[in-house]
T-cell receptor, first 115, second 111 residues
Framework: ETGVTQSPTHLIKTRGQQVTLRCSSQSGHNTVSWYQQALGQGPQFIFQYYREEENGRGNFPPRFSGLQFPNYSSELNVNALELDDSALYLC??????????????FGPGTRLTVT | GQQLNQSPQSMFIQEGEDVSMNCTSSSIFNTWLWYKQDPGEGPVLLIALYKAGELTSNGRLTAQFGITRKDSFLNISASIPSDVGIYFCAGQRSGTYKYIFGTGTRLKVLA
């Protein structure tokens, strides 16, 4: 069984640029959630994708957007990067969006630094 | 952003000691998850709880879903050096898909 993978591992961008982060869900999982984790804090929910559609969203501006593909992999796109976007971005996959099958399994994360 | 309150914030313990930590919320949750995160890595799921009063174990770890549904507890028995890390609780409210994470408890074990 393949776990959740994310790419790239690290990324350095300049303020105002755009970035795309990628996530492959655990085999058999159809739901992907994205989180932002600032240094010293717990993960903050960005949004969730289920059946290629956004299924729920946290308090993040529209410049944070995403996609889910037919193979359940997902992308997180951030436009007009700001310094405060520097964080660890985590992807979590689950068997379903809710219920007892909603146990989320995380990938190793992508460390984004905005200068 | 919104975070749940975890206590204690950090703790130093001797190897072999038992550890207790808790997570509290002002809202009712229908699911609680407990995670451990090592530096530079993603959180690893330890225990999942789905019912008020539920007590679930995973090796030396035991977690409980509080009967008020506003809190959860994690105990680690006979701690070992590899228990070092940050422990996060995460709660999910009924009818929502997102998990709200706690502020974390940083555990340091002295050999």
């Amino acid at each position: 069984e393949t776990g959740v993978t994310q790419s790239p591992t690290h990324l350095i961008k300049t303020r105002g640029q755009q970035v795309t982060l990628r996530c492959s869900s655990q085999s058999g999982h159809n739901t992907v959630s994205w989180y932002q984790q600032a240094l010293g804090q717990g993960p903050q929910f960005i949004f969730q994708y289920y059946r290629e559609e956004e299924n729920g969203r946290g308090n993040f501006p529209p410049r944070f957007s995403g996609l889910q593909f037919p193979n359940y992999s997902s992308e997180l796109n951030v436009n007009a990067l700001e310094l405060d976007d520097s964080a660890l971005y985590l992807c979590a996959s689950s068997l379903a969006p809710s219920g007892r099958t909603h146990e989320q399994y995380f990938g190793p994360g992508t460390r984004l630094t905005v200068t | 952003g919104q975070q749940l309150n975890q206590s204690p914030q950090s703790m130093f313990i001797q190897e072999g000691e038992d550890v207790s930590m808790n997570c509290t919320s002002s809202s009712i949750f229908n699911t609680w998850l407990w995670y451990k995160q090592d530096p530079g890595e993603g959180p690893v799921l330890l225990i999942a709880l789905y019912k008020a009063g539920e007590l679930t174990s995973n090796g030396r770890l035991t977690a409980q879903f509080g009967i008020t549904r506003k809190d959860s507890f994690l105990n680690i028995s006979a701690s070992i050096p590899s228990d070092v890390g940050i422990y996060f609780c995460a709660g999910q409210r009924s009818g929502t898909y997102k998990y709200i994470f706690g502020t974390g408890t940083r555990l340091k074990v002295l050999a």
